[in-house]
């Protein structure tokens, strides 16, 4: 499976060198919750510049755990990151970020490529959420030829990023994000060992084709499939949650309905979970839970996701 996932990477690649992160702070603020937040930017190739938040608890035992916090996409291009600190109002499921931080954990929450304010400006302006203005345009302003593989690479970047503070533990990382940022999430945990427990919520599998979001879940494709990935992961820890009612993304594979989707997503986890026991480990590393509910992160998901990772992150 590996050969596979690394001939999809070379096909649609390479992947650039690793350049030097030139990471700079653009302001500090102090919050009275209790943590302090950097606007950052940094280089995760080279004249392609990030805008991230990093949040730091201001109390608990150095070196903190830290997660790589992905936004989803959806209506909110422009909103990127904004959405995963909670700074958007209308937008409180996406604001994992900001409660993760509260948790103890560093948080990096980096804009994704063409959106928040690494928006390409002939192909989006500022306060427009077209998507094919934020994806499937972008194509041709990146250096893969497919976008899926620049989120993968971007994510790897973001760990890089952490690994690069003291007051992180570069043993204790994770990922988090909600569809566009649980795909990413997905495939980067797939790819990225350093990456130790990650959380997916709703819609996350993505894709490596050449258009923003095929050529990845359909037999026709050749397509990567759920248990083909999570055997990358293995044996550690992975956590899913999805609506019921989810529905299913047609162009990223043969589902019909969500029942169909939810039957395959269940059977791959229960099989990575076997295949945690056969490394030793507990199969509830491999968790998948089902909820009443839509394309959402409801509250309760996200506390159960938060204890989670503690769980899966601690030292």
Known sequence: MKDRFDAWVTKYGPFPDKNPLNIKTQSERKWYWGFRELHLTYECETGDLVSAYLLIP????????????N?????????GKDAVVGKAVLRSDQAYGFELVRQGFVVLAPDSINCGERNIKQLRPQGTNDKRRCFDAA???????????????????????????????????GMIGHS??????????????????????CH??????????????????????YHELLSLIVPRACLATRGRKEIPFTLQGDFVTSEEENSVLEWAFKLGGHWCSLHGVSEERMQVQFFDGGHEFPEE???????WLAKHLEG
Not at 58 to 69: L, Q, R
Not at 182 to 196: C, L, P, Q, S
Not at 301 to 307: H, I, L, V
Request: charged share 20%; glycine share 8%; net charge neutral.
């Open 139 to 173: 194509l041709s302003h990146i250096s893969v030829k497919s976008l899926y593989l620049k989120h993968l690479w971007d994510a790897i970047r973001a760990v890089d990023v952490l690994e690069s503070f003291d007051f992180v533990d570069s043993h204790r990382i």
């Open 180 to 201: 566009l940022g649980a795909g990413t999430t997905f495939w980067a945990a797939a790819f990225d060992t350093r990456i130790r427990a990650s959380v997916l919520s």
């Open 204 to 225: 996350f599998l993505g894709g490596l084709g050449v258009s923003g979001w095929g050529h990845f879940y359909r037999q026709s494709e050749n397509g990567l499939y």
């Open 58 to 69: 201001e109390n608990g035992n150095k070196p903190f755990p830290a997660v790589v916090a």
């Open 71 to 79: 936004h989803q996409c959806a209506v909110d291009c422009d909103l």
């Open 301 to 307: 998901q996200r506390n159960y996701a938060y204890k």
